[in-house]
């Protein structure tokens, strides 16, 4: 049987979030699967992927826009496969304590696209991130790079345990 491929999108401004995807990609391919990811502002057709893990980071409690723009994008072809959706965020320990639900457009764009799940992730605000808020959160002692590697693989060898259940069905 042909691999299944698995696309992992992400729309990210600093960086933090594309680390995220890539951590999911690696493992998915360690997991058996064709992983391939991009950045969600190049995304014009998601026809050649068995599933899609769309991922944005947040800001202001807004959802990135060009994850945003990629889910209306590729909307109807979407609804066909498979979908995850995941945000990177908060700048502490929160996404390790508990779960923190999708912020509202993120909420519609998974009924929209009957998504499976959505996950948030801790996000990083560090030295290396430009902008003026940054600095200033940095300088406060208020930065840090909360993105847990751990949760991240798991989630994603979760994604891959419920894609071959799929399979096998
Ligand atoms: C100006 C600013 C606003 C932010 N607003 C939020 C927010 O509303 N909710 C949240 O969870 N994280 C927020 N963050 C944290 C970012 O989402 C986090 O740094 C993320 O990992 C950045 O990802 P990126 O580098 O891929 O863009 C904010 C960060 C900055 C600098």
Redesign the pocket.
């Known amino acids: 049987m042909r691999r299944q491929r698995v696309l992992v999108a992400?729309?990210?401004?600093?960086?933090?979030?594309?680390g995220i995807a890539e951590e999911i990609g690696r493992t998915l391919q360690e997991d058996g699967f064709e992983a391939a990811v991009h950045p969600a502002s190049d995304v014009r057709d998601v026809e050649a992927f068995d599933a899609v893990i769309l991922g944005g980071?947040?800001?202001?409690?807004?959802w990135?826009r060009d994850a945003m723009r990629c889910a209306h994008r590729n909307a109807e072809a979407l609804t066909h496969r498979p979908v995850w959706l995941f945000?990177?965020?908060?700048?502490d320990s929160s996404a390790d304590r508990h779960e923190?639900p999708p912020v509202p457009a993120v909420a519609e764009e998974m009924a929209r696209l009957h998504a499976k799940e959505h996950r948030?992730f801790g996000?990083?605000?560090t030295a290396e991130?430009p902008?003026l808020?940054?600095r200033t959160?940095v300088k406060h002692d208020q930065g840090g790079d909360f993105?847990n590697t751990r949760a991240i693989q798991r989630w994603a060898h979760q994604v891959g345990e419920e894609l071959r259940a799929g399979e096998e069905a």
């Not at 992400?10 to 594309?18: E, I, P, Q, R």
């Not at 980071?57 to 807004?62: E, R």
């Open positions: 992400y729309g990210s401004k600093h960086g933090a979030t594309a980071s947040l800001y202001a409690g807004h990135n945000s990177s965020g908060p700048v923190i948030t996000g990083s605000i991130t902008g808020v940054a959160l993105r």
